[in-house]
T-cell receptor, first 114, second 115 residues
Framework: GNSVTQMEGPVTLSEEAFLTINCTYT??????LFWYVQYPGEGLQLLLK?????DKGSNKGFEATYRKETTSFHLEKGSVQVSDSAVYFC?????????????FGKGTKLTVNP | GAGVSQTPSNKVTEKGKYVELRCDPI?????LYWYRQSLGQGPEFLIY????????DSGLPNDRFFAVRPEGSVSTLKIQRTERGDSAVYLC?????????????FGPGTRLTVL
């Protein structure tokens, strides 16, 4: 079945550092890929998504490119801020018998220090 | 407008008891999902409704778990004979037309603790 492998955390960075959180997936067919974020005390929010190979999703300075050849969807940000401290989840959806469910990675906790 | 709401926010129960968890989706959203998130893990899919019917219940772990959505809006997740391993945060999400390309909007979750 579909699965997502996400870089284990926690990750601690200083403000303005470059961020990469690795995500690889296993899936049949043509899944859509997502990054969700959970800020402290809040619910899961969609950060960005990509629906087909070579698509780049972007939002709030974060980017991720759907790479079918490497089955990856790594999250990047050029200059993190303290307000980016949160738990980030890579997720995969669709492609399996019409099921609409999302399959999530374990999450990566990011802490950004001033 | 209002987001997805879930009640209660916290539920503590004893092993063997029955619990009901409620989800109010965003008004007009036809698709509704339940997920379970254990400590240190990502959410795991339980069940997906399109309208009133369960379109995919492959994630329900066993027959102690059941969910309904009788009028195509509010949904209730029911757990019979609770076990300590059922302790987790139960998340509900809704989307406008189903399909994983449509954004799923998540509620704040219900934290269930089984003593």
């Amino acid at each position: 079945g579909n699965s997502v492998t996400q870089m284990e955390g926690p990750v601690t960075l200083s403000e303005e550092a470059f961020l990469t959180i690795n995500c690889t997936y296993t899936a049949t067919g043509y899944p859509s890929l997502f990054w969700y974020v959970q800020y402290p005390g809040e619910g899961l929010q969609l950060l960005l998504k990509a629906t087909k190979a070579d698509d780049k999703g972007s939002n709030k300075g974060f980017e991720a490119t759907y790479r079918k050849e490497t089955t990856s969807f790594h999250l990047e940000k050029g200059s993190v801020q303290v307000s980016d401290s949160a738990v980030y989840f890579c997720a995969l959806g669709g492609s399996q018998g019409g099921s609409e469910k999302l399959v999530f990675g374990k999450g990566t906790k990011l802490t950004v220090n001033p | 407008g209002a987001g997805v709401s879930q009640t209660p926010s916290n539920k503590v129960t004893e092993k063997g008891k029955y619990v009901e968890l409620r989800c109010d989706p965003i008004s007009g959203h036809t698709a509704l999902y339940w997920y379970r998130q254990s400590l240190g893990q990502g959410p795991e899919f339980l069940i997906y409704f399109q309208g009133t019917g369960a379109a995919d219940d492959s994630g329900l772990p066993n027959d102690r778990f059941f969910a309904v959505r009788p009028e195509g809006s509010v949904s209730t997740l029911k757990i019979q004979r609770t076990e300590r391993g059922d302790s987790a945060v139960y998340l509900c999400a809704s989307s406008s037309r189903g399909g994983t390309v449509s954004e799923q909007f998540f509620g704040p979750g219900t934290r269930l603790t089984v003593l």
